[in-house]
T-cell receptor
């Protein structure tokens, strides 16, 4: 059974801080890892990673995958209050299209 | 940007009643999914649907659940006889292909409360 573990469970920072969120996984026949941001309701897509060592970047957010050590990190620099959300990591294996989610990291950014 | 939409946003029902949750996936997407999230727990996969049939389902998706694409735009999840433990947020998602470049797009969810 595929397993995804995120850490920390929650994090409180101040605006301007940099945060690193972690996601480790155990997946048979790994295909891809995805990061989502969940504010009030729907998870919104951030990144999809398939190859080790290649950083994906979007503004202040970046993510990288290590397929040897089976983890990914999501970095947010110069955090803003609008970054407050639950960040979800999910993995997909080669067996199909289903995503297996981790429990999420709840980030709170204080002014 | 196109969005997945879901109705209703909140459904309250009595135990044993049937409910139908509705979703309109993004129009050019071909793969459709249902996930659920019990309060305080992980998002869990229920089922995926492609070419008018179920392509994958989880252990949660038992005989009480069914999915249908009744027309060219809607995608529904039916729970035949609801149980208290079915109370959760149900998310519909869609993707353009099997290897979507931008992942699966999620709708805003329907919060189902079973009394």
């Amino acid at each position: 059974e595929d397993k995804v573990v995120q850490s920390p469970l929650s994090l409180v920072v101040h605006e301007g801080d940099t945060v690193t969120l972690n996601c480790s996984y155990e997946v048979t026949n790994f295909r891809s890892l995805l990061w989502y941001k969940q504010e009030k309701k729907a998870p919104t897509f951030l990144f999809m990673l398939t190859s080790s060592g290649i950083e994906k970047k979007s503004g202040r957010l970046s993510s990288i995958l290590d397929k040897k050590e089976l983890f990914s990190i999501l970095n947010i620099t110069a955090t803003q209050t609008g970054d407050s959300a639950v960040y979800l990591c999910a993995v997909r294996d080669n067996a199909g299209n289903m995503l297996t989610f981790g429990g999420g990291t709840r980030l709170m950014v204080k002014p | 940007e196109p969005e997945v939409t879901q109705t209703p946003s909140h459904q309250v029902t009595q135990m044993g009643q049937e409910v139908i949750l509705r979703c309109v996936p993004i129009s050019n997407h071909l793969y459709f999914y249902w996930y659920r999230q019990i309060l305080g727990q992980k998002v869990e996969f229920l089922v995926s649907f492609y070419n008018n049939e179920i392509s994958e389902k989880s252990e949660i998706f038992d005989d009480q659940f069914s999915v249908e694409r009744p027309d060219g735009s809607n995608f529904t999840l039916k729970i035949r006889s609801t149980k208290l433990e079915d109370s959760a947020m149900y998310f519909c998602a869609s993707s353009a292909g099997t290897v979507p470049i931008r992942g699966q797009f999620f709708g805003p969810g329907t919060r189902l409360t079973v009394l």
